[in-house]
């Protein structure tokens, strides 16, 4: 197990790297209202965003507010969504979300953590994700599959939760640069570091820890 002060160390390197590749991250969801992106978030668990956005085209054209999300026939709005993964559950958490925040929060997407986990579909990484993008306010790091992979592979955590490995990285990372892990790591991960096995020897944060090479499968 690598000492506190080595993982401290060998994170801050990475988010210098981060803030000087993607200086302004932010997420390639599309949307147009803060609901909508609130949807889109949780459309994207277990699914691109390339996926998501292709989806929301369309979608979001019907939807755009939590009213008529709250509104949205259920079994209609599962059948709108059915090209993405775990679409029933998804259309239940939308538009619950939506009923929830007409009901409680006057139509407004939420602007505090404790608020927004209330909310059907929305846990901690969801929750930071959209303090983050709509309201710029960076009160602790949403690991998604791209987070956890690069935690894992530069070993920065032992954990598998994804909410422990926020946490972990939260000890590592000063808050001022938490802005940058999420959509960082994403966008390094979606362009730079596929999930896919390769050699990533080469790559920018590989060359900072060399042996995180050793800790991704290479393509046979």
Not at 71 to 89: C, G, H, T, V
Not at 111 to 134: C, F, M, N, Q, S
Request: glycine share 4%.
């Amino acid at each position: 197990m690598a000492k506190p002060e080595e993982r401290k160390k060998r994170a801050q390197k990475i988010v210098a790297y981060l803030k000087k590749a993607y200086p302004t991250p932010e997420s390639e969801l599309q949307h147009t209202t803060p609901f909508q992106f609130l949807a889109a978030v949780i459309l994207s668990a277990q699914c691109t965003d390339k996926a998501v956005n292709k989806l929301t085209a369309t979608l979001f054209k019907k939807y755009k507010t939590p009213k008529e999300f709250a509104e949205a026939d259920p079994a209609l709005f599962a059948e709108e969504i059915s090209s993405i993964p775990f679409f029933r559950n998804k259309a239940k958490a939308i538009i619950g979300a939506a009923r929830e925040i007409e009901a409680r929060h006057g139509g407004a997407v939420p602007r505090t953590e404790r608020e927004l986990v209330a909310l059907p579909g929305v846990g901690y990484k969801t929750a930071h994700v959209i303090l983050g993008e709509l309201f710029d306010v960076w009160e602790g790091i949403a690991t998604d599959t791209h987070v956890k992979r690069f935690a894992k592979r530069f070993d920065l955590t032992d954990q598998s939760d994804l909410t422990k490995i926020s946490k972990d990285l939260e000890v590592l990372i000063p808050k001022k640069d938490w802005k940058y892990v999420n959509n960082g790591l994403v966008l390094y991960g979606r362009y730079v570091c596929p999930a896919r096995p390769h050699d990533c020897a080469d790559h920018p944060l590989t060359k900072l820890w060399p042996p995180a090479a050793l800790r991704w499968p290479k393509a046979k």
